[in-house]
């Protein structure tokens, strides 16, 4: 990890680099398109600030953070946060998570055994959050104080914790989501950061990249991109708040792409489920990739002609992809519903293998084909529609092959899509 962090600083400084060593071109490779944002927590560390002392008072100064969301992503994204609001003088030390509350077999609820043991028994077994988390199952009074707001939870349910959290966040709070998945609605797609924005009237920030969480849980290295708008000190704040040495954390001015890119990439990694589920190998995988990857950068630039080529190289981008065709749930899932034959609904297959945390994919797959069905675009992504259709069980597994690369190609010049 030691090595990493150095390759990563080394790529990332341009004080670590030789003048000599480099020339202009390759510098500004690095640099035109995204933000070096790491910040090392040692500038403004907090003197004797640790897990038995973390105090509340004299904190009116300090942005204070919670988390809205605490499934498995959820629950390490709570875990950074703590680590550096403890050490970070700008924050408060105590971070909220809301919790949708359950009752475990034990017949305990789940918020009560979180603030008992520091873990997330059901979520993220095995891992402690921190004790400065504090779970709170009322999600009014978990964001009533709040002035940075952590949304992370499976996309399908934040249309209704927007709708509950009208008026009730504070005027000057600013988000971030950590969300991958998009709302269909009459107007045409809705990103989840789109969402948040409009119906709070506030400020949304995206983070994506190769996650899977588990790893992160165990502090394995990997990095993160965050998407932001037009405020970079904003996105700044956000870097610093989940950027440690094993995550490291740069910002890129492109939310849409930063958003679409960790939305669209389940639909791919549910692609490349089939596929293993047929053993089909590896070179066809590496195929369904390319082409998937293809498309997610063509259908992202059709619906915002601001989307980055660069985007598509940062962490959420080819790295995702990557790390969830090898080893994401919605990979995982749909294998097995091709070793089934399709016999078994996705519904079924998620419930009993993730025991409640959800896929993204599936649901993405409909809502990405209601855009497709809605502006005739469905010939031009072969693979995202046909992904719909296997999934709905109007295609077999094997179509993904079949279907993916029958159709014509699709080139993006200067935003429009043309074939060639
Ligand atoms: N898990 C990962 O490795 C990972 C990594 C990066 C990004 N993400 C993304 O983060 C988001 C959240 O994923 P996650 O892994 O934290 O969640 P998860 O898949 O573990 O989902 C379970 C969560 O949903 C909650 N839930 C269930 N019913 C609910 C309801 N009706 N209303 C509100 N909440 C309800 C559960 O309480 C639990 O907290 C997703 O968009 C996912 O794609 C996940
Ligand atoms: O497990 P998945 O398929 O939901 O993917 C998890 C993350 O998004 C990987 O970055």
């Known amino acids: ?135 709170d199952p009322d999600l009014e009074n978990a964001v009533r104080d709040a002035n940075m707001l952590v949304f992370v939870t499976p996309h399908q349910f934040m249309e209704g914790i927007c709708k509950s959290l009208v008026g009730k966040v504070r005027g000057d709070v600013e988000a971030i989501s950590l969300i991958k998945g998009m709302e269909v609605k009459k107007e045409g797609p809705c990103m989840i950061s789109t ?27 990997s990095e993160a991109t965050v998407g932001y708008r037009d405020n970079r000190e904003i996105a700044e704040k956000w870097v610093q708040l989940f950027s440690t040495p094993y995550f490291m954390v740069t910002a890129v001015q492109d939310v849409e792409g930063v958003e679409l890119c960790g939305t669209l990439k389940n639909v791919v990694a549910i692609a490349a489920g089939f596929v293993d589920g047929l053993e089909m190998g590896n070179n066809t995988k590496a195929a369904i990739m390319r082409i998937g990857l293809r498309e997610m950068r063509a259908f992202s630039k059709l619906l915002f002609s601001s989307v980055k080529d660069s985007t598509f190289f940062e962490s959420c981008g080819v790295a995702d992809l990557i790390t969830t065709c090898l080893g994401g749930r919605n990979r995982k899932v749909a294998e097995a519903f091709a070793k089934n034959g399709g016999k078994r609904s996705f519904d079924d297959l998620e419930a009993e293998m993730l025991q409640g945390q959800k896929l993204q994919g599936v649901s993405t797959a409909r809502e990405v084909d209601e855009v497709l069905s809605h502006r005739g675009w469905l010939e031009l992504f072969p693979l995202f529609a046909t992904v719909h259709e296997i999934c709905i069980g109007r295609l077999p597994p094997s179509a993904i092959v079949e279907h993916s690369e029958r159709k014509p190609r699709l080139s993006l010049v200067e935003g429009s899509a043309q074939y060639y």
């Open 1 to 135: 990890m030691r090595l990493l962090s150095s390759l990563y600083y080394s790529l990332r400084s341009p004080s670590s680099l030789s003048p000599k060593s480099i020339n202009r071109s390759s510098l500004s490779f690095f640099h035109s398109t995204s933000l070096s944002l790491f910040m090392a927590p040692a500038f403004e560390d907090k003197t004797g600030a640790s897990p038995e002392n973390f105090s509340t008072d004299d904190v009116s100064h300090k942005s204070k953070v919670t988390v809205v969301g605490s499934g498995n992503w959820g629950s390490v994204a709570a875990k950074l946060i703590a680590s550096n609001a403890l050490k970070l003088n700008s924050f408060h030390d105590e971070v909220r998570m809301w919790v949708f509350e359950e009752t475990l077999s034990s017949g305990e609820k789940l918020t009560d055994v979180i603030n008992q043991t520091n873990e997330n028994v059901k979520y993220l077994p095995g891992i402690k959050l921190g004790r400065n988390v504090v779970a």
């Open 195 to 221: 969402l948040i924005s409009e119906q709070l009237g506030i400020n949304c920030c995206v983070l994506m990249g190769a996650n899977i969480a588990n790893e992160i849980a165990v502090e394995k290295f």
